[in-house]
């Protein structure tokens, strides 16, 4: 069905901003997300004529998108946002998240290429590539019906790469954005990637008038790939950072725009009745004069939570004075778990939370609290009890954790932060930083962290907080639309 072309701003990602569940009477629920995107664009509120189109990821999705009709979502389950899920098969979903966007473009961006897990480009591949085309084209159809003329259109991350090429074929008339909130590639690891994938994708996000990153590093990352595999002009201010990529008689532009904690929002919600209920049960569960060592995780190969535990056992190896007295709660929320790969590695981290729960435990002490089901409320009890807050990611766009971690800390807690993540660039001063392949360092850190005295931890985590929060959702949201419009 023809949709009017009416939206003057449109934001496009895979995942929306909620998602529903199907009951066994066929009925449907919704569930509303979080995240930056959704705080982002509430900036500019329902009433600004904005269309969010995003795919259904499950049973209940799809369902709610057939009822639909035209995929425009009840406003009542969306908070009045407009919203317009797109009904894509299943087979070609399946093949265009999971084979390419999660399986290829994350593995690539994240460096996770490594024995065992080795990059496989067979028949198989070339048939989940067409799968991705679709699904991008899809995208890209939805957004061409939905824009007004001269509308601005904001794209997001890996999923979505083809898009902002396939729209501007369709619809030359509309301003479009690309933003990635992973990280980006060096080029000889980019070029792991099939040639004809490799170029795609750039292409793809080159379609658009700008292309926007984290961080800088980021940014220069895919301005290389741009060079090293298109040919690509990179266009330079006076210190040499790269600014915009010229090709083929189109420019795009670069830009960063480092998404913050919302630390209005984090302290009201983390001050909630439900908040304090299960701080009191984490405070039981850790013991009375104990210390807490804190992690925040999807269960994600990126996020290193197994070199984090590893860590943490070494730390109690080699200062058997922290033994009894410190207890590391980690939270380890399955993600993806249609995937093999990430299947293994939640038992992988459940069997060596386990090891060292056997190793060193004893009759009043757990060593490791290791939680797996996903609660919000919970992980923002963890961080108000926090001491330490451990943030290893192998790689990562940003990480928000680290972000907001010191926010809703109530005593201050002391950060050991990976250098390859992206808030490291913000955040690296007042952290501990560590290399996240290095165990034995990174056991330091958390003994260093632990013996922090109180007055530093404090001075850290306030000016960690004012450096989390420069950019809350809303004013990031802005600025890449306000960057677009110039
Ligand atoms: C990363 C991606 C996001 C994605 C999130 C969760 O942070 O950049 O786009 O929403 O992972 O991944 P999932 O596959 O569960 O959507």
């Known amino acids: 069905m023809a949709a009017p072309r009416t939206a003057q701003i449109l934001v496009a990602s895979n995942r929306g901003p909620v998602s529903y569940a199907l009951g066994e009477d066929g009925s449907i629920s919704a569930k509303r997300g979080g995240g930056g995107l959704v705080s982002g664009l509430s900036a500019i509120g329902p009433d600004a004529g904005a269309v969010w189109v995003c795919s259904a990821l499950g049973d209940g999705d799809r369902e709610a998108a057939r009822r639909a009709g035209s995929g425009h979502l009840d406003a009542a389950d969306t908070g009045g946002q407009q919203v317009r899920m797109l009904d894509i098969a299943p087979d070609v979903f399946a093949a265009a998240y999971n084979g390419v966007a999660n399986s290829v473009l994350w593995f690539v961006h994240h460096l996770l290429y490594q024995t065992p897990v080795e990059p496989v480009f067979d028949a198989e591949s070339a048939a989940q590539w067409a799968a991705f085309e679709t699904y991008n084209t899809a995208f890209a159809d939805a957004l061409a019906q939905e824009a007004a003329e001269g509308a601005v259109v904001l794209v997001q991350d890996y999923h979505l790469a083809l898009v902002p090429g396939l729209l501007r074929d369709r619809r030359p008339d509309l301003r479009i954005g690309h933003f990635s909130h992973t ?146 709660v980690a939270f380890a929320y399955p993600s993806r778990q249609d995937l093999a790969v990430y299947r293994d590695y939640t038992a992988r981290v459940q069997a060596v939370a386990d090891e060292i729960n056997a190793e060193f435990g004893t009759e009043g002490w757990q060593p490791v609290a290791l939680h797996v089901k996903d609660d919000f409320a919970r992980s923002l009890a963890a961080y108000r009890l926090a001491d330490v807050a451990l943030v290893n990611p192998i790689r990562d766009g940003m990480n928000l954790v680290a972000k907001e971690v010191p926010v809703v800390s109530e005593r201050g807690c002391a950060l050991v932060l990976s250098r390859e993540a992206g808030a490291y660039a913000e955040l690296g001063e007042d952290a501990l930083v560590v290399n996240p392949y290095d165990v034995e360092g990174t056991a330091a850190a958390l003994h260093e962290a632990l013996r922090m005295d109180d007055a530093e931890r404090a001075d850290r985590t306030g000016r960690l907080a004012a450096a989390a929060t420069a950019l809350p959702p809303q004013q990031w949201f802005l600025a890449q639309l306000r960057a677009l419009e110039a």
């Open 183 to 328: 990280p980006w590639a060096p080029p000889d690891y980019y070029r792991l990637l099939p040639d004809d994938v490799a170029e795609a994708v750039l292409r793809g996000i080159l379609g658009g008038d700008r292309a926007a990153f984290l961080t800088e590093r980021w940014a220069t990352a895919f301005a290389d790939c741009c060079a090293a595999v298109l040919g690509a002009e990179i266009v330079r201010d006076g210190g040499g950072t790269a600014t915009a990529v010229r090709f083929e008689g189109r420019e795009t532009r670069l830009g960063v725009h480092g998404l913050g904690a919302d630390a209005e929002f984090l302290r009201e919600r983390s001050r909630a009745a439900d908040v304090d209920e299960r701080l009191s049960t984490l405070r039981a569960q850790i013991g009375p004069g104990r210390k807490t060592i804190v992690r925040v995780d999807r269960t994600e190969l990126s996020k290193n939570i197994v070199r984090g535990l590893l860590a943490y056992r070494r730390l109690l190896e080699i200062h058997p004075e922290w033994r009894e007295r410190v207890v590391h």
